[in-house]
Structures are given as structure tokens and as C-alpha cells.
């Protein structure tokens, strides 16, 4: 990932603005910064408000001030998909002419974030799910059908998914065989063999999931951290940055939200989950996105690593490498033999 040099005020002086209590117009007796890989968030008594970091990858590229405001409209925009009242504006953060920052309305916008209402902590599912039953995940599933039923259907032939899944399958195996991420090799290679394989002995039955119109542009990222079971319930931090990587099988999306739920120890949802989408999925599919999913999330995890000092202090490499076993496990399991 390469930080971006921005012009002043920079990254950390627009984030020592933001941790003020003082700088909301709205009021707040407390800020809690939280932050995240592209972001910097910022969490008043009401609100978050989610600043872009100055940063370009291979996907995605936020390395100036209209680029960081075009994405802000996007997330926006597709949030507002599977919310109510959550996105509310994207809000700038100005420069006076006497060099004075403030989120009014006076001086010339030097950063964008987006506002969002927060939502309580407690009807988040990576918090309940330990006392959930299938009955209260009910609500969430049939709000994702009747999304997956309405989203925009993405028309790719047969053999550009097949080509899409087997180019997500190599990146991601070649970047965990760089040696800075300390994985065996071996094994690294054996799970993209596998998913490989898989792609090649399904073809045509991954092929007719495109032909049909079941790949449609979805949330990208439906993890339990980002459902809340609210009335209605609420899906949160849908990925904003890059289309392609929305384009997803309902399927694949879901079978990622029951492998989430499986890890924190409630394989007894996941088959529910599985079975919410729309049409009845083969029994073989939703072990193979799985996999997928897990050596993508695995991937995610070690290039932690890379990322600079930040992530190897206070115990963050351990932390990376604990994560990066977990989900080479779960790929393990629910790699096709």
C-alpha cells in the first residue's frame, strides 16, 4: 500500500482536528478514533464520521482530494442499498484563510468524510450471535433476498466468472507466497490447486450461475461485524472502492457471511444462511466459496505485514499471523478434495 503525500494540512493534522470534542458542530462529550486499513474513523456520542486515507493499491486508489470525494459519494451512495437513516452526507472538512480547520461552512474543503448515524453496538451480530437463534436471524436474511432479488444483475458469460474466480485464486496465492509473509509454500500452493481444480471440474455449472443472471453487484464485504439486527436491520460498509470486487454470486456472498459465523462458533446458522439466497444453490458450490473466501480473507490478513512499522509493534505481527492461520484452516476444511 503507498502512502500518498498530501498537501498540508496532512493525514495527521486533519486527525488531530478530528479527535477534538471541540470540532463537532453538533456537539459530543467524547471522540474514540478507530483505525482501519484505508480509513481513519472518528466516533462522536452520535455519529462516525470515516475519513479516506491518502492511499493507492492495486485496487483501489484514493491518492487525491476529488478521487477520496468521488468514493465518499459511491459508499454513499451503495450503503444507502441496505440501510435506513444510517448514510446521511458526505461532509467537508474546511481550511480557513487563516489557516484554521472547522466542519462548518466557512473556508475551502481540504478533506471529505462521510457522516453516518451510529447504531448501537449491542444489536451487532458478531456481538449476539453467541445467544441468536435461527428465527431472530430471520429478519436480516430476508432483507439480503429481497436486496440479492433487486440488485443490479451483472451480465458476464460463462467464461469471464470462470476467468474472474481463477485471477482472484492466483493473486491471492501469489501474495501469500511472498516471503515476507512467512506461510509455507507448500501448502499455499496445494490450496489454490484445489480451488483451481474445482473451477476446472465445475466449469459448466459455475458458468451457468453467470449465464443465468445470478451474478449480480452485491455488498462485497457481508461479514456479522457489519449486521446489525435493528428493526429493520441495518447492513453497513458494503465495499465502495472497487466495482469489480461487488460483483459477486449471492451465493458466494453468503456462503462468506455463514463461514463469518462458523468462525465465531456458530456453524449452526451457516446453513440457513446458505439456504436465504435466492434459488436452491448445489450442494457443492457453497464449500468451494467458502474456501474462496477464506484464502482471500487469509491473504488479507498477512499483508498486514507489509503495510509498514505500525503493524509490528504492541504485538500486531502475532496478531496477523494468527488470523492468517485461521482462515488457512477454514480453506482447509471446505476445500474441495
Known amino acids: 500500500m503507498d502512502q500518498i503525500d498530501a498537501d498540508r494540512p496532512d493525514l495527521e493534522e486533519k486527525t488531530r482536528f478530528l479527535r477534538s470534542p471541540e470540532s463537532y458542530p453538533e456537539g459530543t462529550a467524547s471522540v474514540r478514533p478507530v483505525e482501519t486499513h484505508m480509513a481513519r474513523v472518528f466516533l462522536t456520542d452520535r455519529h462516525a464520521y470515516k475519513m479516506k486515507k491518502p492511499v493507492r493499491t492495486r485496487y483501489l486508489d484514493f491518492s487525491s482530494l476529488d478521487k477520496r470525494y468521488g468514493v465518499c459519494r459511491e459508499e454513499l451512495r451503495l450503503n444507502r442499498r441496505l440501510t435506513d437513516g444510517v448514510y446521511l ?67 458476464l458469460t460463462a467464461n469471464q466468472y470462470l476467468q474472474r474466480l481463477r485471477r482472484h485464486t492466483e493473486r491471492c496465492r501469489d501474495d501469500l507466497l511472498l516471503p515476507e509473509l512467512q506461510q509455507d509454500g507448500g501448502e499455499i500452493r496445494a490450496l489454490a490447486a484445489s480451488l483451481l481444480n474445482f473451477t476446472r471440474r465445475h466449469s459448466a455449472l459455475l458458468g451457468e450461475r453467470a449465464e443465468s443472471g445470478l451474478i449480480v453487484e452485491g455488498h462485497g464485504d457481508l461479514r456479522p461485524e457489519h449486521c ?98 485461521t482462515y488457512l484452516d477454514a480453506a482447509r476444511r471446505h476445500c474441495p478434495r
Open 89 to 155: 452526507d458526505v461532509v467537508p472538512l474546511r481550511l480557513t484563510a487563516d489557516a484554521h480547520l472547522n466542519l462548518g461552512e466557512q473556508g475551502t474543503p481540504v478533506e471529505w468524510l462521510v457522516k453516518m448515524r451510529r447504531l448501537p453496538q449491542g444489536d451487532c451480530l458478531a456481538e449476539r450471535i453467541g445467544a441468536l437463534s435461527t428465527a431472530g436471524l430471520q429478519p436480516l436474511l430476508d432483507r439480503l433476498r429481497t436486496f440479492y432479488r433487486q440488485a443490479e444483475v451483472i451480465p
Open 228 to 325: 446489525f439486527l435493528t428493526e429493520p436491520p441495518q447492513v453497513i460498509d458494503c465495499l465502495e472502492f472497487n466495482r469489480d470486487l461487488r460483483w459477486v454470486d449471492p451465493l458466494d456472498e453468503l456462503s462468506y457471511l455463514a463461514l463469518e459465523c462458523e468462525l465465531l462458533g456458530r456453524e449452526d446458522l451457516a446453513e440457513a444462511i446458505v439456504r436465504s439466497g435466492p434459488g436452491a444453490p448445489p450442494d457443492s458450490l457453497s464449500p468451494f466459496y467458502k474456501a474462496s473466501r477464506a484464502f482471500l480473507r487469509a491473504r488479507l490478513a498477512a499483508t498486514h505485514l507489509l503495510d509498514g512499522p505500525r503493524y509490528r509493534e504492541n504485538g500486531e505481527v502475532d496478531k496477523w499471523l494468527r488470523k492468517t492461520r
